[in-house]
Nanobody
Framework: QVQLVESGGGLVQAGGSLRLSCAAP????????MGWYRQAPGNQRELVAV???????NYADSVRGRFTISRDNAKNTVYLQMNSLKPEDTAVYSC????????WGQGTQVTVSS
């Protein structure tokens, strides 16, 4: 299977927005629940959001109401729309299958200043 590739990160002010993308032809499909994860310096990687094959989504309490996960199976792409960003959202964001993880990609850096 091919490597997951994340993009869309950057430096934004608190209250700003970013849209992250995750692509991997042959891997992202409706059969797979997909998740976004993040890892801040000194912390372990944590689950941020997941979208299941049914379309049902789940979010960490810290991002619920601000982040939206979605997927386009035809394009083999998963997105994370991030609004009302806070400094504590600063982290490297990565995507992967929710179950039976593939090799991790490089992730994309999100930095929120205040």
């Amino acid at each position: 299977q091919v490597q997951l590739v994340e993009s869309g990160g950057g430096l934004v002010q608190a209250g700003g927005s970013l849209r992250l993308s995750c692509a991997a032809p042959g891997m992202i499909a409706s059969i797979n629940a997909m998740g976004w994860y993040r890892q801040a310096p000194g912390n372990q990687r944590e689950l941020v959001a997941v979208i299941h094959s049914t379309g049902i989504t789940n979010y960490a309490d810290s991002v619920r109401g601000r982040f939206t996960i979605s997927r386009d199976n035809a394009k083999n792409t998963v997105y994370l729309q991030m609004n009302s960003l806070k400094p504590e959202d600063t982290a490297v964001y990565s995507c992967n299958k929710y179950v039976h993880k593939a090799p991790w990609g490089q992730g994309t850096q999100v930095t929120v200043s205040s």
